[in-house]
């Protein structure tokens, strides 16, 4: 099946850097991806679509200028989590969807990343 | 808007013993409904999904569901458990203009005993 590949799989920063997640699709392309979080023992909570080319679309409650998505490229998206603090520790899972002729309706996942701010 | 419910958060059963996890869904329209794994510290991965058709879905690794539409329900199934399929199970509508956006229920852990 389709690879979607996170990295880093996890990380750990101080308070108030800036960290960068990358999410790729390794044999497909992919003009949306998601970005998910993963709290403790808790369900996926969709963060933001990534649109290849343009803006991402966020979800409500989420901060666009605390969470930066780039869709630069079909198969890279990333997410930089900036001003990190303890609060936006957590699992950050993206997916993607194939396009085009190879969109079956599947959403790939990636292994997660998973951010650890102290 | 839509939502799932799981309404198991922990479900422990014998190694060889059936398996039903529950899902209740909220969706004004049909909905595309899908069933993912993960395993501790993993991403996801899909199970099975349903868009239309036969209501009875057949998936990976020996799993099954069943839409039925009058109950609002895709309970997940298998009829022997093997120790492997410890792991989270997360049920998750997508809006049928997309089937992308999904809404995922709040999972039901697994555990098998031997």
């Known amino acids: 099946g389709a690879v979607v590949s996170q990295h880093p799989s996890w990380v750990i920063c101080k308070s108030g850097t800036s960290v960068k997640i990358e999410c790729r699709s390794l044999?497909?392309?992919?003009?949306?991806m998601f970005w998910y979080r993963q709290f403790p023992k808790q369900s996926l909570m969709l963060m933001a679509t990534?649109?290849?080319?343009?803006?991402?679309?966020?979800e409500q409650g989420v901060e666009k200028d605390k969470f930066l998505i780039n869709h630069a490229s079909l198969t890279l998206s990333t997410l930089t989590v900036t001003s990190a603090h303890p609060e936006d520790s957590s699992f950050y899972i993206c997916?993607?969807?194939?396009?085009?002729?190879?969109?079956?309706?599947?959403?790939?996942f990636g292994e997660g990343s998973r951010l650890t701010v102290l | 808007a839509q939502s799932v419910t799981q309404p198991d958060i922990h479900i422990t059963v014998s190694e060889g013993a059936s398996l039903e996890l529950r899902c209740n869904y909220s969706?004004?329209?049909?909905?595309?409904l899908f069933w993912y794994v993960q395993s501790p510290g993993q991403g996801l991965q899909l199970l099975l999904k349903?868009?239309?058709?036969?209501?009875l879905v057949q998936g990976i690794k020996g799993f099954e569901a069943e839409f039925k539409r009058s109950q609002s329900s895709f309970n997940l199934r298998k009829p022997s458990v093997h120790w492997s399929d410890a792991a989270e199970y997360f049920c998750?509508?997508?809006?049928?203009?997309?089937?992308?956006?999904?809404?995922f229920g709040t999972g039901t852990r697994l555990q098998v005993t031997l």
């Open positions: 997916s993607a969807r194939a396009t085009g002729r190879a969109n079956t309706g599947e959403l790939f």
């Open positions: 044999d497909f392309q992919a003009t949306t």
């Open positions: 990534s649109n290849e080319g343009s803006k991402a679309t966020y």
């Open positions: 969706y004004g329209a049909t909905p595309y």
């Open positions: 349903y868009f239309s058709g036969d209501t």
């Open positions: 998750a509508v997508g809006d049928t203009g997309t089937a992308s956006k999904l809404t």
